[in-house]
Every structure is written in structure tokens, then in C-alpha cells.
């Protein structure tokens, strides 16, 4: 009920008291004592603290999980190959652990042309345009993937003139040159990227002599094809297929394939065993450091009678039986059948006293063995259970909605009302009360109260009521049913 009334309202009024009546409680009687019994706002106040620290221990839990359960940040899988100038592969937290056999027909090409050879690399040859287009050739006939052509001018231009100028110019092609045993010189251009799509044509206006740099699938004359351009041919587990690239080939399940040559090799996709151990003993370790904390707020000790500050409290005894429960349940494992911890050699042992959290233990050697007959399994129970143990602590500790920081934000509103409010116990009155209705029923005619406190017990009696609503009324009552005076309610009033 308190926290239904307005703290803005009440103060006024009880200063008002508090400075009337507190003569009268200075003057009280000596029979009258302090209650010894802890204070509601000292009760919650220990809630409000233990609450908390159960809240910390939750967070750090959390945090310890959080690692467990993202793919990236622990036994992620790694990729071998047993012959690495055929293949390698990358390996993402994702991939399906397992072998992959690979074979490699030939590697992606990227076209390339050579011109005729020259006695020198800087006499010059002559001036005119160089028109380069990218696109693909099949059958002898060349497609253009329609993307704006590159244009190279050249003003007598010698033959590492032109080479600049190409490069100059920022195409699809490179131009290097290269000279023979005869010690002629020769234009080299390939097209940047490798693939059957990436083939080039080159055409030329100008002087004739720079007709000795053009070329079409057709052309006789000119430059000479000395590779096609082409696309890498490979199978995985005898399914073939054909990538315009020789790295990044993706395979699937963020397993990635570059190739280096051709021939066959064994890539093997697993998580090291001793990133599995280290797993499972995070979990076990943060689970029974989360124990150890709870345990500390809700337990007692029988041999002493003490008892925890949060044992009788529904929400810690709802969270015990929920880890509990957990731990020792089943967890979905796609087509693996691992599906409990027990299976990986993450034990639960029961507490001794119940009420409490209970422990886990790793036994290294079924964890192996699990991890031996089904290495993903193994994985992914470990990652799934951090991520349920996570997911059940967050609707406990969330901000935002979860049950302790709710109950946490209604207990600071209650203490902060019950501090304005400074109630007695339950069946008691207020002291500077009790003092004066005390002097009025036992002396008489000899003890009168003003107009003004008259007002303002009447008022206080109104608040008080809310939180003890017999005890002020039939004490102002009783008094006022006692010792008569002239004005016949044995209250005397004077201005």
C-alpha cells in the first residue's frame, strides 16, 4: 500500500507532526521502549543488496558463455591438405566437419596475346589508337560483355611506349615485354583476370605499323594467342565443377577451395581436439563459479541455523531449479544424437542440500571419445547448451524485462517511499502520538491541546490509517472517552 501514495503529499504533513508533537514524545514515559525488531526498509534493503549481487554473478556467467556459443570466437574448424601444391582451403566457423577429396582437371587462364619481336624496345614504331574490349569467345567468335572499351593513344610511340600507355590507361589488360634468345623484344598482354569470361580483343587505327598489335578470334594477322583464356575444371567427393577463379572457390558452408595445380588431394575439416577440451572445461568452470555465488545467497547453514539472505526468495529458487533442470536435460543436435551433456562427459552432481545448485564435472576421456565418433556433434551440443544456459540467465538479468532488474527497480521505489513515509510497525503508534494521548487520559483537566494540534493529529490520523487503520483510531477514541472535561469530550481547546 505504500507505494500507493504520493510521497509529495505526505511530507508536508508528517513535518508538520513531527514538529508539534515532538515535545510531547521527548516527554514520553519511561515504560515506553523501542521495538528491537528489524525495520521493513532494513529488510529491503538486505534484499536490494543480495539481489544485486545475484544479478552480477548472472552477468558474469553471461559473459563467460558468450564466447562459447559464437561460432568466431571459439573451436572454430580448421582445413588441412595432404598435398598443398594441389589445393588449400579455408575453413569458417560454420563449415561441416568432415573430408573433402579433391581433384584439379587444370587451373583458371587468363588470355594472352604476344606480338612479333623487335630489335629494340625503343625505337619507334608509330602513332594511332589501340581499342581494347573485354567479353568471351566460343567458336571462334568473339561477345562483348558491353562494358565501355579502353582506348590507348599513342604519339610515336615505341614498343615500351605502347606498354606504358596500356597500363596507363587502367584496363582489363596488362602489358609487360618480354625478349627471346634471338634477343627480340616482344609485347605481352593478359587480361588482369582469369576466366573464359575475361577473354579481350584489340583493335588499332593509326599508322600500319600498329596494325602488328591487333587481334580478333579471326585474325590472321597481328598478335598470337598464347592462351586461352579458360576456367578451372575440379570435383569435390566426384561432383565436378568449374570456377572462373583459382582462389576463393566457395564449396559451401564457409569452406573455401584455392587451387594450385593440377592432381589430387585430401582436405580435412576439423576442430582441434584440445579447442574442444577447453570448451568444455569453460562451461563446466563458469557453470559452477555461477554455484558457488548462488549457492552463498541462498543457502544456510543447518548446524548454526543461519540462512542465506535470498533462501526463501521465489525468484533465486525458481533460477536454482531452472539450472538445474537444464543441466541435466536434453538439447536439439540437428541429425547428431548427442543430445545431453552427460553424453560428452559433462556430469552433473546433485547438492548436498536441497534448495541449492547443484555442480558439473568434465571427464576428458568421454568427451574424446564422443568427439571421435561425432566431431560436430560434440561441437554443437557444447555450443548449444552455452547459448540455452545464456539465454536462460538473460530472462533473469535483462534490463530491459527480466525478473531481478524488475523486482529490483520495485524494491528501490518502496524503500524510497517507505524513507518518506518512516512508518512504525505494524499495531503501533508513533511515539510523539502515544505520548500525548497518554497525558490526556491520565491527567485530566491538566493537559489541553491547541486548535492547531487538534488539526493536525486529525490529519495524521488520516495517513496513518492507511498502514495501521484500527489502532490510532480507537487510541484517539478511547481517549476521547475518558476523563471528561467542561467541553464534554475530554479534549480541552483553547486558541
Do not use: C
Amino acid at each position: 500500500m505504500a507505494s500507493l501514495i504520493d510521497p509529495g503529499i505526505l511530507l508536508p504533513t508528517y513535518s508538520l507532526l513531527s514538529g508539534l508533537f515532538s515535545p510531547l514524545a521527548q516527554t514520553s514515559t519511561a515504560g515506553q521502549t523501542q521495538n528491537s525488531t528489524p525495520t521493513v526498509a532494513s529488510s529491503t534493503q538486505t534484499t536490494l543488496s543480495s539481489l544485486g549481487q545475484l544479478l552480477s554473478a548472472l552477468d558474469v556467467f553471461q559473459s563467460s558463455l558468450q564466447s562459447l556459443y559464437s561460432p568466431w570466437q571459439s573451436m572454430t574448424p580448421t582445413a588441412t591438405t595432404s598435398n598443398s601444391s594441389v589445393a588449400s582451403a579455408y575453413a569458417g566457423s560454420s563449415t561441416t566437419h568432415g573430408n573433402y577429396a579433391v581433384t584439379v582437371s587444370n587451373l583458371a587462364q587468363s588470355q594472352t596475346l604476344q606480338s612479333s619481336g623487335f630489335a629494340s624496345s625503343s625505337s619507334t614504331i608509330g602513332s594511332g589508337n589501340l581499342v581494347i574490349q573485354s567479353g568471351s569467345i566460343s567458336g571462334g567468335s568473339f561477345t562483348s560483355d558491353g562494358s565501355t572499351p579502353t582506348t590507348v593513344t599513342l604519339s610515336n610511340a615505341s614498343l615500351s611506349g605502347i606498354a606504358n600507355a596500356i597500363n596507363s590507361a587502367g584496363g582489363k589488360v596488362n602489358a609487360t615485354l618480354t625478349s627471346d634468345a634471338s634477343n627480340q623484344y616482344h609485347l605481352v598482354l593478359a587480361s588482369n583476370t582469369p576466366g573464359s569470361t575475361n577473354a579481350f580483343t584489340v583493335s588499332s587505327s593509326g599508322d600500319a605499323a600498329l596494325s602488328g598489335f591487333a587481334w580478333t578470334p579471326a585474325a590472321s594477322t597481328g598478335m598470337t594467342l598464347s592462351q586461352s583464356a579458360s576456367n578451372a575444371n575440379y570435383s569435390v567427393n566426384s561432383v565436378s565443377a568449374s570456377a572462373s577463379a583459382n582462389t576463393g572457390i566457395s564449396l559451401g558452408n564457409g569452406l573455401y577451395l584455392n587451387l594450385a595445380g593440377t592432381g589430387s588431394t585430401q582436405i580435412t575439416v576439423a576442430t582441434a581436439p584440445t579447442d574442444v577440451h577447453d570448451a568444455a572445461q569453460q562451461l563446466v568452470t563458469a557453470f559452477n563459479n555461477f554455484q558457488t555465488s548462488v549457492n552463498s545467497l541462498a543457502g544456510g547453514n543447518p548446524l548454526t541455523g543461519s540462512t542465506g539472505a535470498l533462501q526463501r526468495d521465489s525468484i533465486t529458487t525458481h533460477l536454482i531449479n531452472s539450472m538445474n533442470q537444464m543441466a541435466l536435460g536434453s538439447f536439439s543436435n540437428g541429425a547428431s544424437t548427442l543430445s545431453s551433456l552427460m553424453q560428452i562427459g559433462i556430469n552433473y552432481q546433485h547438492p548436498q542440500q536441497l534448495g541449492l545448485s547443484g555442480s558439473m564435472t568434465l571427464s576428458s576421456g568421454s568427451l574424446q571419445l564422443s568427439f571421435s565418433q561425432d566431431a560436430g556433434g560434440t561441437v554443437n551440443l557444447i555450443r548449444t547448451a552455452a547459448q540455452s544456459f545464456y539465454n536462460l540467465s538473460d530472462s533473469y538479468s535483462n534490463y530491459g524485462n527480466g525478473s531481478i532488474p524488475l523486482t529490483l527497480n520495485a524494491l528501490t521505489r518502496q524503500l524510497s517511499t517507505e524513507s518518506v513515509l518512516k512508518r512504525p510497525p505494524q499495531g503501533t503508534l508513533p511515539g510523539s502520538i502515544a505520548s500525548l494521548l497518554l497525558s490526556q487520559a491520565t491527567s485530566g483537566k491538566g493537559s489541553v491541546l491547541s486548535a492547531q494540534q487538534m488539526n493536525a493529529m486529525m490529519q495524521y490520523a488520516s495517513v496513518y490509517a492507511l498502514t495501521a487503520p484500527y489502532s490510532l483510531q480507537s487510541a484517539i477514541l478511547g481517549s476521547m472517552s475518558t476523563g471528561a472535561t467542561s467541553s464534554g469530550n475530554g479534549i480541552s481547546i483553547f486558541a
